[in-house]
């Protein structure tokens, strides 16, 4: 026996969904394109949902109606968290293990500086902003 979804993939193609009447109203999936009857094709768009310049989310009409249970239970966020010292003792203790071994430490900023130099400049600023908080702990906590 055949789940609905496979029968559909084998009568219509892999983007059966894409059609108007198999369609869900709001969708969007960057990472589902190109491929055998594609309808819906994202361009030049990156083929993954990046943090940052997120597309809008449209909510649907049925979820309307939950805003009073929302104000009593609270909203849901999609991340809220905040860095403590905490979160960079095994970063620091990796460098450590990589300094026991010759060039890997430079091997590891080259590596980190090679791959950062290709994204926007907010996420490069806010990357340095890590290191340096790291550096700064680092120092902070050395036993001299």
């Known amino acids: 026996?055949?789940?609905?979804?496979?029968?559909?993939?084998?009568?219509?193609?892999?983007?059966?969904?894409?059609?108007?009447?198999?369609?869900?109203?709001?969708?969007?999936?960057?990472?589902?394109?190109?491929?055998?009857?594609?309808?819906a094709n994202y361009g030049a768009q990156q083929n993954y949902i990046p943090a940052t310049n997120q597309p809008p989310i449209v909510k649907a009409a049925q979820y309307e109606q939950r805003a009073a249970h929302e104000e009593w239970i609270g909203k849901i966020v999609d991340f809220e968290s905040e860095l403590t010292d905490a979160d960079f003792v095994q970063p620091r203790e990796f460098w450590e293990v990589l300094g026991k071994t010759k060039d890997q430490q430079k091997n590891l900023v080259y590596n980190v500086a090679e791959n950062l130099s290709g994204v926007?400049?907010?996420?490069?600023?806010?990357?340095?902003?890590?290191?340096?908080?790291?550096?700064?702990?680092?120092?902070k906590n050395a036993v001299y």
Do not use: C, W
């Open 1 to 39: 026996m055949f789940a609905y979804g496979s029968t559909q993939r084998y009568r219509l193609g892999v983007n059966f969904n894409q059609y108007p009447t198999n369609r869900p109203f709001y969708t969007y999936n960057p990472t589902r394109r190109d491929g055998f009857a594609n309808v």
């Open 120 to 139: 926007i400049k907010a996420i490069r600023i806010e990357s340095y902003g890590k290191f340096k908080m790291s550096l700064l702990l680092n120092f």
